[in-house]
């Protein structure tokens, strides 16, 4: 017994859950592999116990040149029955399914749909391709595994299997032979369980017999523990969900409940509590981060054919127009959005200058901080056309591509909560896909109006193909009879938006049995809250450690200015001469404590020396808990100006001698400022030279980078290619010593010989009439003495090759023998003649009983 059989009784012996038909559909395990992927394939394979219940297809990357050997090679391991795909064949439950090389796999219906390759060769990416296909098939019950391969595919796809709810695995990057394909899924946060090839398959079994979904019924009766869920996500994110569709947050909590295995939501709850980290994952399993490049084409072409367009033609004289993102998750719609204002502006070609500043933000800041590098997987290439990729996109160090740097840099990414923090204002374009679906209608009614406000007249709002405005159509009008595209609309006072988020107050979660406080009418009371700080509350800047404005309350023209060059929001670099000094050691103080400090009475002077006004400055240190934690609230009150007392001249020398050193004192450190000024001029000119190298060596790596995938590409090919032949060459071996043992055992003297009479092979038996040696194959037979008295062999033997009619003689050796010389043709498996067989049958025996019979008839 090998051990792998082994190792299948063993599994076979273990009583392991079967998974039985989901809505009348086989459930289908999809394993992605490519280079080193033979092995891991082979461990899962055989760790699959009798009667699993699932059907398990097996997407490889094979030479579409080569016949495929894959099903030969898994039936050695496996007992369920091994089939490489055609098209139209039935989904059947423990059967083994194989791609076919250089092809496409999807589902029609209960049976397989074998698809034209999507790529070219080098950019064929069939893992995500039937990913995708498994996750629109069995939604919440898909089931993908990646193993061993290099680049990224399956990434994508299993983003497609997380979206749908369904189950997704990667192996143990240490133990794949090549980790690029894994670690790829494990990085982009699309895995819910790392593991060893054979440890999956009972994971997967004991995910799928966990209990059916009661929660909607335990939503009512176990109120208590989603309200304990939602307190507990609050306070480690800062992001409420108790606006989110009450069926899509259990959909999802029921998913990671399945993955922990636990019962009830209650068990849920205390499996939180005691794993933080589990929070975090369920945080992000209910952001719903899936996004692509130009979603949905046909909203993207009316907006490159014809909203683009007419925005620019509104500003003839040039605008710098302002667009927001929000949930922009990894960055897609806001690369989107950019690449596609640049391709206007290319085809436009407008005489004015025109500029588009996109705002990307997003709950996840991990997201945000991939969308910020801008590097997506080979996977974009069929999100994209081939032009676009090329002109906007570069090769990345690490594989796949990255964004142009000009691109990266029209967008600033942040993270932001749509539902509990301040809007983006001013906005040309507001682009909001497919978000609201996933909230309650009470949000969405307030959002819409929020996004109303947000834009300014005529401004575009880009919704999904799922989102409406609701019944707010006097507030947006569709642009296209699609009714994706909605253009801001003027609107009654009593139609805009009373809801104004804020993060100064917690966001509490409130339940049905809470009751609501009254409040007067929103718009009143936030026109009067505005004009009571308008009035009566002074300037104020909320600040970082490093001195940068995080935000500005009132008129602070008077105490701040921006300064000159590159856009410098530090309020070191903002602050007007003669308050630098006192705000650098003001800010020190405050951060260094916990305590309010604050200056009062600062003169502000003009340049001849002059005083203009008093103020007051305060420092004041954020508490440590909250969004505001680690932040300075600064704030600047005008006061009067202090009645200057008449200076009687002075005779005290020591005293004059002290103005002119507090007077020399003050030029030289105005010199030292402007020594660093221009020092950090000249190591910003320096760090430019340096960006425009990096640039220009990128360039210049580029086609290696292109040469590097294909030969990577290759490579794989390669390797899959030689597991097989190494197969093939095992078989061989032991073929060509069962042949052999059968002629040596046949004690007939054999000789081959190819179409130029050259030794091909020999049998042990042939030595005994021919002087031949392992070292004589491939010599003409001519050459070798032998014992025959049979010169006319070779003459024989041609004459056999050209009428392939086979001769037969008794020929006499030198010491007394005779052997019956049979010459053959020789025909190889496809029916065609390379050669002759010669075989020697020994007669001597006969031939001395024919002889006495003679002699005893002539007696």
């Not at 749908?164 to 819910?192: E, K, N, W, Y």
């Not at 260094?592 to 004041?620: M, Y």
């Amino acid at each position: 017994m090998t051990k792998q059989t082994a190792h299948a009784a063993n599994v076979a012996a273990i009583d392991l859950p079967t998974a039985k038909p989901a809505h009348g559909q086989v459930p289908v395990v999809g394993v992605g592999a490519s280079a080193g992927g033979l092995d891991p394939i082979c461990e899962f394979l055989v760790s699959v116990p009798p009667a699993s219940g699932f059907a398990y297809v097996i997407v490889q990357h094979l030479d579409p040149t080569h016949k495929a050997m894959l099903p030969e090679l898994l039936q050695r391991v496996t007992r369920m029955p091994v089939h490489e795909i055609e098209d139209g064949m039935p989904v059947e439950a423990d059967h083994v399914y194989v791609i076919p090389p250089g092809r496409d796999l999807g589902f029609d219906g209960a049976n397989f749909a074998v698809l034209p390759a999507s790529g070219a060769r080098g950019h064929h990416f069939p893992i995500d391709s039937f990913f995708q296909a498994l996750a629109a098939r069995s939604r919440e019950h898909a089931v993908a595994v990646v193993f061993s391969g290099m680049g990224a595919d399956g990434t994508r796809g299993m983003a497609a299997v997380r979206e749908a709810g369904g189950l997704t695995l990667a192996q143990q990057p240490a133990s794949a032979r090549f980790d690029p394909m894994p670690l790829s899924a494990i990085a982009a946060g699309l895995v819910d369980i790392v593991a060893l090839p054979s440890e999956m398959v009972a994971l997967v079994l004991s995910w799928w017999s966990s209990h059916e979904s009661t929660l909607p019924a335990q939503a009512a009766a176990q109120r208590d523990a989603l309200r304990q869920l939602f307190q507990l996500l609050l306070k480690q994110t800062g992001a409420n969900f108790s606006d989110y569709k009450l069926s899509t947050v259990l959909r999802r909590i029921e998913r990671r409940m399945k993955v922990r295995q636990c019962l009830t939501l209650a068990d849920y709850v205390v499996f939180l509590r005691a794993n933080p980290a589990e929070i975090e994952l369920l945080f992000k399993e209910l952001l719903i981060g899936v996004t692509n490049f130009f979603r949905d084409p046909k909203v993207w072409d009316y907006l490159m054919a014809t909203a683009l367009p007419q925005l620019l033609e509104a500003h003839p004289d040039g605008g710098a127009f302002k667009a927001w993102v929000p949930a922009c998750s990894t960055g897609e719609e806001a690369y989107s959005l950019a690449i596609a204002f640049s391709e206007v502006l290319e085809r436009v070609r407008p005489a004015a200058r025109y500029t588009l500043q996109i705002f990307a933000t997003d709950l996840d800041d991990d997201a945000i901080e991939r969308a910020r590098q801008g590097v997506f997987g080979d996977g974009i290439e069929a999100e994209m056309p081939a032009e676009l990729l090329q002109r906007y996109f570069m090769a990345a160090e690490k594989g796949g591509y990255r964004v142009r740097k000009d691109v990266r840099n029209t967008i600033i990414f942040a993270r932001q909560n749509v539902i509990s923090d301040p809007p983006f204002t001013k906005l040309d374009i507001l682009c909001c896909r497919n978000l609201l679906i996933y909230f309650t209608a009470k949000l969405q009614e307030q959002l819409i109006p929020l996004f109303h406000y947000a834009l300014k007249p005529e401004g575009l709002l880009m919704l999904g193909s799922a989102d409406t405005p609701g019944n707010f159509h006097e507030l947006f009008a569709p642009a296209t009879s699609a009714g994706r595209i909605y253009r801001r609309l003027d609107a009654s006072v009593h139609r805009v938006a009373n809801y104004f988020p804020t993060r100064v107050n917690t966001v509490s979660i409130s339940t049905a049995s809470e009751p609501q406080p009254s409040s007067m009418n929103g718009n009143l009371q936030l026109q009067v809250e505005q004009l009571l700080l308008k009035k009566h509350t002074p300037a104020a800047v909320l600040l970082n450690a490093h001195g940068d404005i995080l935000y500005i309350h009132g008129r602070t023209g008077a105490y701040l200015e921006p300064a000159a060059g590159k856009a410098n929001w530090n309020i070191h670099a903002m602050a007007r001469d003669g308050l630098r000094h006192e705000l650098a050691d003001l800010l020190k103080r405050a951060t260094q404590g916990e305590s309010q400090i604050a200056v009062r009475g600062l003169v502000q002077r003009d340049d001849a020396g002059k005083p203009l006004q008093a103020l007051d400055l305060t420092a004041e240190p954020m508490p440590g808990e909250g969004p505001l934690a680690g932040t300075v609230m600064l704030t600047l009150a005008g006061a009067p100006l202090p009645v200057e007392k008449r200076r009687s001249r002075t005779s005290n020398p020591q005293l004059l001698e002290l103005e002119q050193q507090l007077a020399q004192a003050r030029l030289e450190i105005q010199a030292v400022r402007a020594e660093m000024q221009a020092s950090r001029e000249e190591l910003k000119s320096a760090n430019e030279e340096l960006q425009s190298t990096n640039e220009e060596l990128q360039s210049a790596n580029e086609e290696l980078t292109t040469s590097k995938e294909e030969m990577q590409s290759l490579n794989e090919e390669l390797y899959t290619v030689n597991a097989e032949l190494q197969s093939k060459v095992d078989d061989l071996s032991v073929v060509n010593g069962d042949m052999k043992n059968l002629l040596n055992s046949t004690d007939v003297a054999t000789i081959f010989l190819d179409g130029e009479l050259r030794i091909r092979r020999f049998t042990d038996q042939s030595k005994q009439i021919y002087k031949l040696i392992p070292g004589d194959v491939h010599r003409p037979l001519s050459d070798i003495v032998n014992d025959l008295q049979y010169p006319e062999l070779e003459d024989d033997a041609r004459e056999v090759l050209r009428t392939l009619v086979f001769r037969e003689r008794q020929i006499p050796t030198n010491g007394g023998g005779w052997y019956t010389v049979r010459i053959m043709p020789y025909r190889t498996v496809d029916n065609v003649i390379d050669g002759v067989v010669v075989t020697f049958i020994n007669i001597s025996e006969s031939k001395q009983l024919e002889a006495q019979l003679r002699s005893m008839q002539k007696g």
